[in-house]
């Protein structure tokens, strides 16, 4: 499995507090992702990075913002978080911008 | 845009042989097909990939016919510990570098006894 590690793995916080996912490689892949998954909508794109503070926009990116300042962190952070982002989160790396990914182990997110 | 379509759930029992396919239009032309599988708990796991034809390693093999409409996941022989979700991913047409990448909603495969 590739080297990905999530922290925290889980999280309960309250509507209106900040909250930061942090995402760890150690492959030295270029591009990463954050995704949530939910039910009846699969995996869904919030942002990605394709270098050291090189980050775009994915599918689902209100009220999220992301920030990359080494090869092998990737950070998450909700500014004030929201019922609508209870969610499960992933990271994922891959060496291209492709469909060939690989994925963390997520964080369970619950905002109250 | 493009989009995928898989069937929402499958049944099996042990030892059989499972195909599930998604439909997938408007893809890019230069990219992977790719599926997932996803165990409770856990991240999606790459499972294997093809551009056309038909593609096996030692888990599953992909199908994909010439006009890439359509990829066909097969696993032979199931067993228990295939009950999963499976997902197709699939690049959206359009330029290399920003192109969408398209999930499915995937299907859940429950491998009975």
């Known amino acids: 499995d590739a080297g990905i590690t999530q922290s925290p793995r889980h999280k309960v916080t309250e509507t209106g507090t900040p909250v930061t996912l942090r995402c760890h490689q150690t492959?030295?892949?270029?591009?990463m992702y954050w995704y949530r998954q939910d039910p009846g909508h699969g995996l869904r794109l919030i942002h990605y990075s394709y270098g050291v503070k090189d980050t775009d926009k994915g599918e689902v990116s209100d009220g999220y913002s992301v920030s990359r300042s080494k090869t092998e962190d990737f950070l998450l952070t909700l500014e004030s978080a929201t019922s609508s982002q209870t969610s499960v989160y992933f990271c994922a790396i891959s060496h291209s911008r492709g469909p060939t990914q690989y994925f963390g182990p997520g964080t369970r997110l619950t905002v109250l | 845009l493009a989009k995928t379509t898989q069937p929402i759930s499958m049944d099996s029992y042990e030892g059989q042989e499972v195909n599930i396919t998604c439909s997938h239009n408007?893809?890019?032309?230069?990219?992977?097909i790719t599926w997932y599988q996803q165990f409770p708990s856990q991240g999606p796991r790459f499972i294997i990939q093809?551009?056309?034809?038909?593609v096996t390693n030692e888990v599953a093999s992909l199908f994909i016919p010439a006009d890439r409409k359509s990829s066909t996941l097969s696993l032979p022989r199931v067993s228990l510990s295939d009950t999963a979700v499976y997902y197709c991913?699939?690049?959206?047409?359009?330029?290399?570098?920003?192109?969408?990448?398209?999930w499915g909603l995937g299907t859940s495969l429950a491998v009975n006894p």
């Open positions: 408007n893809i890019a032309t230069n990219d992977y």
């Open positions: 492959e030295n892949h270029r591009y």
């Open positions: 093809g551009y056309k034809t038909k």
């Open positions: 991913l699939v690049g959206d047409e359009g330029e290399s570098f920003n192109r969408k990448l398209i």
